[in-house]
């Protein structure tokens, strides 16, 4: 049986990207046990150099962001644990607002026993009690922001070990629940679809949750230029006029004038009639 990972999903401004990285390297240690994913679109397409256009004018660089965001979005849908960088930059990201929305309601429809579980870690002072909607959920370090804190070390090591703390515990849970899932009684007919609980994400399908991005196509400038300059000559020299062949007389003589250096001695034909075979004669 394969093991079962914590989903840990961090939703975060770009503006607060350095702080997101501080955080990976925190989490590192639990690469083992939990998947750590947050949002990071493929670039843009960038489009070949212009001697390449020319000579490739069917190509088209492909577009890996609607495959990447169709791949976010169930990574939103499958994530054990959300955290949340708050600060006045991420108040009014509309890709923040949609994490929420999707975290929030599966918080609903979920337990406190498979979660999904939500930490709210404020970056800096901001309005986030007035203006967010994670207000409804107790931040980490007691509503401090992390810049308040002396030591931002430790603020972010007591960060790790509430997250770690959580992941493990859940890492047991989950494991257990997928074990024992396949020996679980059937709900019973009359049991509302209503009250039903929605089961927790077991790893069902994880491969449609990898992304990877592949190294688009960047051909050198310079040799789009030499292949184009040795295509116009060829077609250049293609358009010069054919000259006329001139048709040389043969500098050697008649054919008769060519002997062997040494003649061949005439070679006498071979007699073949009877008398020339020397026949043993009968006693």
Known sequence: MNKVKVNIFIS???EDKPQLQVLLKWLYPMRDEANIWYNQ??????????????LLFWYKQPDFRPRYARILQK????AHIYIFLSSYKSLINKSVDQDIDVAAHRRINGDDFSGPFLFNIILSPCR???????????????GKSVAEHKNPDEAW?????????????LYLRLNEEKFYSGRRIEASVNETAASRRPAPYLGEDAELHEFRYVTPFKPHEYWGWVILFFLFLSAMIGLLPERKQVKRKPQYGPFR????EYPRPPVVPPDNSRDSF??????
């Open 12 to 14: 975060y401004a770009p």
């Open 41 to 54: 679109p493929p670039p843009a397409p960038e489009p070949l150099p212009l001697p390449w256009q020319i």
């Open 75 to 78: 990574r939103r849908e499958r």
């Open 128 to 142: 986030w009690k007035e203006t967010s909607r994670l207000a409804a959920y107790d931040p980490m370090l007691n």
């Open 157 to 169: 090591l007591s960060i790790t070990e509430s997250v770690a703390a959580l992941a493990k515990l």
């Open 257 to 260: 004038e060519y002997q062997s």
């Open 278 to 283: 020397n026949f043993p004669t009968p006693d």
